[in-house]
């Protein structure tokens, strides 16, 4: 059953499993105790430390392991608010970081801070001059993801980096997603990961903190991890960690070539197989394993359960989860469509012959999905024509109100109207992408004695 799903979770690595294997016998006792099996366990533990720093590109001394890159994330940020507290309370983030930050930047509002979101663009790609107008007096740190976790698109590190240091404001890099590819570039002052985005176990993950930057450590601490993460480390996963960042990276070029070609495969295969869609993300400064593909009138839960029954794992940034019912963030700020969005990020050593099936089986799935949600099958005018239609799609889930949309667009004339009436919140996002993707005018929208009127004109 092919796995496509790698920006969740990675594969264990062949390494990963065979260090974590043999360090149990040697990595099991305390490495702060000064006998035999504790300097032994002390030893893995360094050489693990020297392994991931390299592959991070800080000292050794700069990095610790955390129990999760959520875990980085969260003492990364609080560290640094902590330890600049004189500075300010403010935090600079990206409209697109992982939940992980937008927890902690709740957690500041929460205690008096405040946080600024910098917008991105329809590839989901922030331009640096933004965090440069968003840097304020107070700003005791920004935070920028390397890629983006749900469409791949790489972020301006480095230029970002620079525009933070003039300023004087550390900048905190969540590279989970991309620090199995390469080193992160540029001035940055802070690094997370998490080592099953690799391959590595789960459980493990890395922070970075380079000297000079002020950090005061949250929460009570112990020696452990220079007081950056408390309790008994889990040396054999730590290893395991480390061998497989090492292993993943000797692989990467020709594994980044390869996986590339057959995600370009995929990005241009998809618009010709299946009507309606767009493939989402920048097309070229992206991660070289993932693509997401955005399709009308379908829900992306069900088309992921329906791949998982024809045998394939996929991910969906769908708007509407059976957990929060809620929009997707990352594909909310870039105004693409959040509900039919699949995403796809391909293992190492994923075939040919696997994408060829896949593409082969993913126009029918979606089809009968439409088929099942009463979607348009064209929209030709009809004989009779008006100038303004409502639809009335309250109480009615997305894509639901977009698929009535779509229906009715045809009955009124060029330059006519029709009105969606819809108490989802998806339909705020997902009519204006409709509109952008079918290239039909958003004129707005206004308020209705039950949940909103979204108001389309037809231009086509």
């Known amino acids: 059953m092919p796995y496509f799903d790698a920006a969740s979770s990675a594969p264990l690595h062949p390494v990963a499993r065979q260090a974590l294997q043999a360090s149990l016998d040697e990595g099991w006792a305390d490495p702060a105790r000064l006998y035999r099996e504790g300097r032994r366990a002390a030893l893995l533990l360094d050489a693990a430390r020297e392994t991931a720093a390299e592959a991070v590109g800080c000292r050794p001394d700069e990095l610790v392991f955390t129990s999760s890159g959520t875990r980085a994330v969260h003492s990364g940020i609080a560290g640094v608010l902590s330890g600049r507290r004189r500075v300010g309370?403010?935090?600079?983030?990206?409209?697109?970081?992982?939940?992980?930050?937008f927890?902690?930047?709740?957690?500041?509002?929460?205690?008096?801070?405040?946080?600024?979101?910098?917008?991105?663009?329809?590839?989901?790609?922030?331009?640096?001059?933004?965090y440069d107008r968003a840097l304020r007096p107070d700003t005791a740190l920004a935070c920028l993801q390397s890629a983006n976790h749900e469409v791949g698109t790489e972020q301006p590190v480095v230029e970002t980096a620079g525009i933070c240091a003039e300023a004087g404001v550390p900048l905190l890099?969540?590279?989970?997603?991309s620090l199995g590819w390469g080193p992160v570039p540029g001035r940055w002052s802070l690094l997370t990961a998490s080592a099953h985005k690799w391959g590595g176990p789960?459980?493990?993950?890395?922070?970075?903190?380079?000297?000079?930057?002020?950090?005061?450590?949250?929460?009570?601490?112990?020696?452990?991890?220079?007081?950056?993460?408390?309790?008994?480390?889990?040396?054999?996963?730590?290893?395991?960690?480390?061998?497989?960042?090492?292993?993943?990276?000797?692989e990467a070029e020709a594994e980044a070539e390869r996986l590339r070609a057959l995600v370009n495969r995929i990005r241009t295969a998809v618009p010709e197989l299946v009507p309606d869609?767009?493939?989402?993300?920048?097309?070229?400064?992206?991660?070289?394993?993932?693509?997401?593909?955005s399709c009308l009138y379908v829900d992306g839960e069900t088309v992921l359960h329906e791949l998982d029954r024809a045998g394939f794992s996929v991910s969906s940034g769908s708007s509407c989860t059976s957990s929060t019912l809620t929009p997707s963030h990352v594909l909310k700020a870039m105004g693409v469509l959040t509900e039919g969005n699949i995403r796809v990020s391909l293992p190492a050593r994923t075939t040919e012959e696997e994408v060829g099936r896949f593409l082969d089986v993913l126009p029918g799935v979606v089809a009968e999905v439409r088929e099942r949600l009463g979607a348009p099958?064209?929209?030709?005018?009809?004989?009779?024509?008006?100038?303004?239609?409502?639809?009335?799609?309250?109480g009615r889930r997305c894509p639901i109100p977009v698929i009535e949309l779509a229906k009715v667009i045809g009955e009124v004339p060029v330059g006519g109207t029709v009105t969606v009436l819809s108490d989802d919140e998806a339909a705020r996002l997902d009519i204006p992408a409709w509109c952008t993707m079918r290239e039909q005018e958003y004129v707005g929208e206004e308020p209705a004695d039950r949940g909103s009127a979204y108001v389309v004109r037809r231009l086509l």
């Open 173 to 177: 890099v969540d590279a989970a997603q």
């Open 89 to 101: 309370s403010h935090l600079v983030l990206s409209a697109v970081e992982h939940s992980s930050v």
């Open 202 to 250: 789960a459980g493990v993950g890395l922070l970075a903190v380079r000297k000079g930057v002020r950090f005061a450590p949250q929460g009570p601490v112990d020696e452990r991890e220079s007081g950056r993460a408390a309790g008994f480390e889990n040396i054999p996963a730590i290893v395991a960690a480390a061998a497989s960042l090492r292993a993943v990276r000797a």
């Open 277 to 293: 869609v767009e493939v989402v993300g920048d097309p070229v400064r992206r991660l070289p394993h993932l693509v997401t593909f």
């Open 377 to 394: 099958a064209s929209q030709a005018p009809s004989a009779e024509q008006r100038a303004s239609l409502v639809v009335d799609a309250l």
């Open 103 to 130: 927890h902690s930047a709740a957690a500041l509002e929460a205690a008096g801070g405040s946080f600024t979101e910098v917008p991105v663009d329809r590839t989901g790609a922030v331009d640096p001059s933004a």
